[in-house]
């Protein structure tokens, strides 16, 4: 069974620019959730997706957003990035209705520097 | 909202000793999950240990168990017998019943195992 998927690995973005990472979770999973890590905040919930619809947000401004497609692979898209959106983003997937429900399996991640 | 602390930035023992990392949480939730993950250099999250705060027992799996204090709001791991593969960031993270908010994680313990 193939665990979480994130594309790509690595990106290098200049300031100003957006970006899409992607994530596909594992078969059958239907709750996507993204987060944010870096040396300074730690590691930082983005959102959550189930059934195409966002469940949760964490507290980032709006030039962060998502979606979740009916095959349940997910899209985080960030746009007009700033130096400080370096980063590495986790996706997670689980299959029940929540994390609190079932175990959450995560992405090895995408790392992504901002010039 | 909720906070998680870990307070020891860095551990690090003698293969096959016992270790324990410490997490404190505040929250105002009475439902709630608990988990430990692991952080290898390959940067992917696993989950160790899950405790739901309404379960007195102590979570175990295999050498890894937990002292969960729900009075005192501390959620401790013990690593037996420990294993050069262990070493790692762990992360403490809590989530609320309801899932909002994602999953709060704690800035994280990085495990050294000496051979």
């Known amino acids: 069974k193939a665990g979480v998927t994130q594309t790509p690995r690595y990106l290098i973005k200049t300031r100003g620019q957006q970006v899409t990472l992607s994530c596909s979770p594992i078969s059958g999973h239907r709750s996507v959730s993204w987060y944010q890590q870096t040396p300074g905040q730690g590691l930082q919930f983005l959102f959550e997706?189930?059934?195409?619809?966002?469940?949760n947000k964490g507290n980032f401004p709006g030039r962060f957003s998502g979606r979740q497609f009916s095959n349940s692979r997910s899209e985080m898209n960030v746009s007009t990035l700033e130096l400080g959106d370096s980063a590495l983003y986790l996706c997670?997937?689980?299959?029940?209705?929540?994390?609190?429900?079932?175990?959450?399996?995560f992405g090895q991640g995408t790392r992504l520097t901002v010039v | 909202a909720q906070t998680v602390t870990q307070s020891q930035p860095e551990m690090s023992v003698q293969e096959a000793e016992t270790v324990t990392l410490s997490c404190t949480y505040d929250t105002s939730e009475n439902n709630y999950y608990l988990f430990w993950y692991k952080q290898p250099p390959s940067r992917q999250m696993i989950l160790v240990i899950r405790q739901e705060a309404y379960k007195q027992q102590n979570a175990t799996e295999n050498r890894f168990s937990v002292n969960f204090q729900k009075a005192a709001k501390s959620f401790s791991l013990k690593i037996s017998d420990s294993q050069l593969g262990d070493t790692a960031m762990y992360f403490c993270a809590f989530i609320p019943g309801g899932g909002a908010d994602g999953l709060t994680f704690g800035k994280g313990t990085h495990l050294i195992i000496q051979p």
């Open positions: 997706y189930f059934s195409e619809t966002q469940r």
């Open positions: 997670a997937s689980s299959a029940g209705t929540g994390l609190m429900n079932t175990e959450a399996f």
